[in-house]
């Protein structure tokens, strides 16, 4: 089946759902509307207010709720057995958001939201990247009746754990994917959140190859404001890397929080290793203990690998010839030798600051929000609202350099030409789909701008 033939079946079946809605009368919504202090409930997530519905074994469907609803109901997953799992011929689970449309307790796969395999949306259909969390693919959702927009992580029962969604969905800021909704069906749990229609940086960096300055330096900016809001809660993230960071229209936002954690003391120590080897500081490889500033020196060797393509060590050992990079990174971290040459001297003294050996020294995350390298000069960076309008300035900015007479030029890239886009560049065409079929016929401009 080819690509033309997945669009004229999704159309038949938009077509079908289309005219069942309208002889049901439209959408019935069986709970009255939530606040949005209900729909904002991260501090006291944890807790079940009076008055709330708990699941029980007899209490399949799916249905709006809280952040407490939704965190009860994956504890219950997390507790059954697989036999009565199995036993399940219907879906169940907790939605936040009221754009994803319920229809009589149902919220069907492949009915109500159709899932996308998302290198569907790429322009270029043979790169063969999809995107993965920690276990499991992730999907492009729409919803059949509100055209919502969302990406689905599907997890495998056996692989799920319910600091999955925990975190995600108690902690809400602008530079944390926000969590929509859970499901369950089929033995996998359907994790519901913002799309990053820009990939993940890993992707990007696959694409496109080393990012620029002025591109990293906006990537760094926002990744600093997630962690900002996360540390000031003293929840450790654990695995900030490329793949993890996924940029959207506006902004970058953190996901993957399976390895997160709140400390309850002033140091953490672990039970395990949490993380991923090339981005471990070194006192996460003793398991002696460590606290927020881990994720600073982990985002210290992911600006590295925005700059050069390529993980720190890797490039002067091979994994090849050292299978584990742990005994590599307790001896010698930090990576100092394998940032860009052409590094700019500003950067290269906050890389300092974020991979400081010693984490007492090392700065936080708001410090480093008021370093120079990330707030220059607009004559030096250009300061953007994304990654695309960067680029576009830059852009622009070398055609006024290269020639006196620009007017011809620069109307090459007028706002009416849309963004800027790098040759391979994984941005998803929101409307890459449009000329095929209704169904996937752009979000809302209230969500992408």
């Known amino acids: 089946?080819?690509?033309?033939?997945?669009?004229?079946?999704?159309?038949?079946?938009?077509?079908?759902?289309?005219?069942?809605?309208?002889?049901?009368?439209?959408?019935?919504?069986?709970?009255?509307?939530?606040?949005?202090?209900?729909?904002?409930?991260?501090?006291?997530?944890?807790?079940?207010?009076?008055?709330?519905?708990?699941?029980?074994?007899?209490?399949?469907?799916?249905?709006?709720?809280?952040?407490?609803?939704?965190?009860?109901?994956?504890?219950?997953?997390?507790?059954?057995?697989?036999?009565?799992?199995?036993?399940?011929?219907?879906?169940?689970?907790?939605?936040?958001?009221?754009?994803?449309?319920?229809?009589?307790?149902?919220?069907?796969?492949?009915?109500?939201?159709?899932?996308?395999?998302?290198?569907?949306?790429?322009?270029?259909?043979?790169?063969?990247?999809?995107?993965?969390?920690?276990?499991?693919?992730?999907?492009?959702?729409?919803?059949?009746?509100?055209?919502?927009?969302?990406?689905?992580?599907?997890?495998?029962?056996?692989?799920?754990?319910?600091?999955?969604?925990?975190?995600?969905?108690?902690?809400?800021?602008?530079?944390?994917?926000?969590?929509?909704?859970?499901?369950?069906?089929?033995?996998?749990?359907?994790?519901?959140?913002?799309?990053?229609?820009?990939?993940?940086?890993?992707?990007?960096?696959?694409?496109?190859?080393?990012?620029?300055?002025?591109e990293i330096i906006w990537v760094t900016k926002q990744v600093l404001r997630g962690l900002e809001y996360l540390h000031s809660h003293n929840v450790i993230h654990h695995d900030i890397k490329p793949s993890n960071i996924v940029l959207m229209s506006d902004k970058a936002v953190l996901v993957d929080f399976g390895l997160t954690v709140q400390m309850t003391e002033d140091i953490y120590i672990p039970r395990d290793l949490r993380g991923t080897e090339m981005y471990m500081s070194p006192e996460v490889v003793l398991c002696r203990g460590h606290d927020t500033k881990t994720d600073i020196y982990s985002l210290g060797t992911t600006i590295i690998h925005m700059q050069t393509g390529s993980p720190p060590w890797v490039c002067r050992y091979p994994r090849t010839a050292y299978p584990s990079y742990l005994y590599i990174i307790h001896k010698q971290a930090p990576p100092m030798e394998d940032i860009a040459e052409d590094c700019s001297l500003a950067m290269r003294s906050f890389l300092q600051r974020a991979l400081e050996r010693n984490p007492t020294l090392r700065s936080s995350a708001s410090e480093l929000l008021k370093d120079e390298a990330i707030n220059p000069p607009r004559e030096d960076q250009p300061r953007c609202w994304s990654l695309d309008s960067a680029l576009e300035e830059v852009t622009h900015t070398m055609l006024r350099q290269q020639s006196h007479d620009t007017t011809q030029e620069l109307s090459l890239y007028s706002e009416d030409s849309g963004h800027m886009r790098r040759k391979g560049s994984l941005y998803i065409d929101l409307g890459a789909l449009s000329g095929y079929c209704k169904l996937v016929a752009g979000p809302p401009t209230s969500e992408y701008g």
């Open 1 to 214: 089946m080819n690509i033309e033939d997945i669009i004229n079946a999704a159309e038949t079946l938009y077509q079908i759902k289309e005219e069942e809605s309208e002889e049901d009368g439209g959408l019935l919504f069986e709970e009255e509307s939530l606040s949005q202090e209900e729909m904002d409930d991260n501090e006291e997530a944890g807790h079940s207010g009076g008055g709330q519905k708990d699941y029980t074994d007899g209490d399949v469907g799916v249905r709006y709720g809280t952040v407490a609803d939704l965190l009860s109901f994956v504890n219950l997953l997390s507790d059954m057995q697989p036999a009565a799992l199995q036993q399940l011929d219907q879906e169940m689970g907790v939605l936040l958001n009221k754009d994803m449309a319920i229809k009589k307790g149902r919220y069907q796969i492949n009915m109500d939201v159709l899932l996308f395999p998302w290198k569907l949306t790429y322009k270029n259909h043979g790169s063969g990247l999809v995107p993965k969390g920690s276990f499991g693919k992730v999907h492009l959702a729409q919803d059949t009746v509100t055209r919502k927009r969302m990406a689905c992580k599907l997890i495998p029962m056996e692989n799920f754990k319910a600091a999955d969604v925990e975190f995600q969905a108690r902690f809400r800021h602008e530079n944390i994917a926000e969590l929509y909704g859970a499901l369950f069906w089929d033995q996998s749990v359907h994790l519901f959140m913002e799309a990053g229609e820009g990939g993940s940086v890993l992707e990007k960096l696959d694409s496109c190859g080393p990012m620029r300055e002025f």
